[in-house]
């Protein structure tokens, strides 16, 4: 079962509960790449924090820290990852709440902690990151040695190295022949070596564009315990200057006092006296202040509405600009909060006019600004550029926020290029903390365009300068994926993803960091460790999770989760979910991607049916997504020259010719490069795997004249490839030249130095051939010594195919056959082991009665009368043995009842 393992180095917040616990608290785990503690208590008991070089357990249950205690001090200190545990009583000061102080060896060791609800248990891993960055600059150092030695070595054999871009994976080729290319010859010789981790493209592949960052405004006032009255106070009046004065004045104290019911009467009065238009924007504003200080905090908007409509009248009516401007920047920030950027866009234009004719040139800045911002949220771009090109914005607005909106609005009229030249224009004058709308859009500006170097370095500029933002999760993840695409050291990569996963508190960046984490320390390392298998976990979420990942995230899971499996070799599993991922509905390039991953679990798939000769199953396999998945990818000379086997095998050989003529057609175009998951076993292309295909099918008919012509063409083409001799064994064999069989068959094997032959099936033959041959040349000696090298050395060829079985039975046959004609003292006690051990490999052999006399004769003269007559009676019985063999047995049988007799 994988293993759950999750990295936060931020502080855990925990809801503290009383619980159960159990009996034993805590077990102890050392391992060789970490130490790992089980706390057997419930998720909200306790919280586990790290900080500094020391790791606290915390918990407001005074009854699970004291049992805590009992079992982690007694503890024994692992050197390696902690020097001692104590236990910390309330301080008063600093720490109000009792902890056990996990007191570690260095600050490198880091804290690995999560919890399994299945057990009711935490799991805390601590961990030793130096060790993990040294060992991996120590390969790197080796890497880069061995590279050096390898083109050293190249260029002694006249090799030489392609000329390009800088890259971690070379690829020596050998300089092409003028007269005659490798190509058209058919051998193809590339020196490979294998890095430790694939390239970028085996991993998590799949890059989308961030969002813009839109541009933001400092709130005018928090509406939900400010009213209007905070920009245009309600002051007192001249009272002494008569009656009506001294009326407000009454009308401004019942406010201010909330004696809202009196107030409105008094206002009631006041314009029953006066008239209903005298002071009316003055007392309509005590009473639109009034009704908003009502509502504050309740959830019946209606009040808040009406006043708000009152607000919007009094502005329209009144000539005092202090009093409109208040109301105007209210109202502003009222339908901003809202999200309705329409109403809030008119009243920006509004108070923007209002301040420009009144020369107020701080509230036309404001007003300037707030028109930007709500255009931006209305994606008004052109209008936006519009404003900004205006000579009085560019007067009122800082140089740096009148930037950022630029360069926001190329951006998502998606002109990459004029961001990258306005922010050059301005770059030398940028103070810091440099506009973070600037700052982010001009970096993942250039990431798209692919320059990661300057991409790294502006969105470091933004973490460092505004680590508070939201959008800094997403710079992290941008730093980590540059380093990851300029091919940069692998431990630092994996740590700039776990900074990423640990430091956001947006779960989507979190979630790709981590799919992004899997898909380079799980898919694309080529050696993977029990723990790289346990980092899978990553990608596991819960159903609330689920609904949060969009549609980017869901198809980078699909492709990380797919070729985990294809990493695995799980290919029946890898398949299964291939085909309930819904391909047809994504975009042309991320569908090629699924189909060309699905090429290759279907040559997985073929393959291994192939290496257990299961011709049947592997045409089934390619007959039935051949279209949907092989097709769709350039050519494939190995899966497409087992497959010609394969119909060959079985005897269908229109099959065959069908398949031979589509791969005619296919040889012409080029091979396939990428992906490749499993390295073909195939060192023939072109004319000469057809030739090959040719020679194979008239050895399979036994036309061997035209097996010969088709072995001197495949020759010719395939100078000095060894394979040309097994083949002149084969059909020297089968013609019964049995002096010739062997010369070219020790030809082939002491000359193979690689691997020229896979299938199972022309590896049984190699062997019959030549041991049969050496058995009827008489060649006694040198066959007993061969035949047992070849039963002790086919396992790699897998001996549980069915041919393999049949040719191994057949040598061992054999062999005990020539043990048996020996006829002395010492024969038959190797004899009796001999054939016991046959029974035991080979239960249902056709050789079953012979061995069975022969075990029989061996007991005997091994003075085991007993059990050898036991078995000759056996013998007799057994239906299924030849008459023959029963007639042998019989006569033995008599001989020893003689014998009996004379004694």
Known sequence: MIKRVFKFLTLLVAVFAAGEVFAELVKQNVTKTHLRWNLFVQRDMVVIEKRGSSVFIKSLNTDVLNNLKKELLPLRAVKKYFKSIVYNEPSGKNNNIESIEIKLSSPDVELFNFYRDREKKYVVDFWRDADSINAANAAVQKKISDLE??????????????????????????????????????????????LPYRDFRYGAAFIWDYEALKPTMKPYLNIDRKTPEYFYPIKNREFDKGEQEAHLQLNV???????????????????????????VNFNEYLKANAILRTNFGKDNMQPVKMAVSMFSNIAARTKNYDMKKGIYKYLLQYYM???????????????????????????????????????????????????????????????????????????????????????????????????????????????????????VKLFDNFVSQHSYHPKSAQARMRIALSYDLLGRNEAKVLQLYKNAIDRSQDFKTSYEARLRYV???????????????????????????????????????????????????????????????????LKPSEKRVFEADGAEIIYGLIDNYFKKSDYSNLVRIWEIYKDRYVDKVAADAYLNFIVAKSYMKMGLYEAFDSHYISYKKLSRTPAKTFPIWYERDIKVWGLALLKEMELIKNINLKNWSLAKKNLKQFSSLMKGYNKTNYYKGIIAFYQKDYKAAPVHIETFLTREKGKSIFDPYEVAEMMRAYTDSLYQTGEIEKFKKVSEAVLNDTEYYNPKNRYMFEIRERIAYLNIELLAGQKSKESFIILEGRIKRFFKEFEKSTYKGRLSYLLAVSLLKNEKIDEGKEILTKIVDDKSISDYVKEMAKSELSLLKIKERTL
């Open 253 to 279: 104290n019942l406010y201010r006092k909330k004696k809202w019911g009196l107030m409105y009467k008094s206002i009631k009065l006041f314009h029953e006296k006066y008239g209903e238009d005298t002071s």
């Open 149 to 194: 030695k390898t083109k050293k070595a190249a260029q002694e054999s006249d090799v030489v190295a392609p000329v390009g871009k800088k890259s971690n994976k070379i690829t020596f080729t050998k300089k092409p022949n003028k007269k005659r290319s490798i190509r058209k010859q058919g051998l193809r010789k590339v020196k490979k070596k294998l």
């Open 337 to 455: 909060d809202a999200k309705d950027n329409i109403n809030s866009l008119e009243f920006s234009k509004k108070l923007y006019v209002e301040s420009k004719q009144n020369f107020d040139y701080e509230e036309s800045n404001k007003a300037a600004e707030a028109i930007l911002y709500n255009l931006t949220h209305l994606n008004q771009i052109e209008k936006i550029r519009e404003i900004l090109k205006e000579k009085t914005i560019k007067k009122l607005l800082p140089a740096q926020t009148m930037v950022g909106y630029k360069v926001y609005a190329l951006f998502k009229l998606g002109q990459i290029e004029e961001v990258l030249k306005e922010y050059n224009k301005v770059k030398s004058g940028l103070t810091k903390p440099v506009n973070p709308v600037l700052l982010f859009n001009v970096a993942e500006s250039y990431f798209r365009e692919a320059n990661y170097p300057v991409a």
């Open 519 to 585: 898909g380079l320390n799980s898919i694309r390392k080529r050696k993977l460790t029990e723990l790289d298998l346990e980092k899978r976990i990553f990608l596991e979420i819960d159903d609330k999770e689920k609904k949060m990942i969009d549609k980017n995230l869901k198809k980078l899971l699909w492709l990380v989760r797919l070729r985990s499996f294809v990493v695995d070799k799980n290919y029946t599993k890898a398949l299964s979910y291939l085909n309930a991922i819904p391909v047809t509905s």
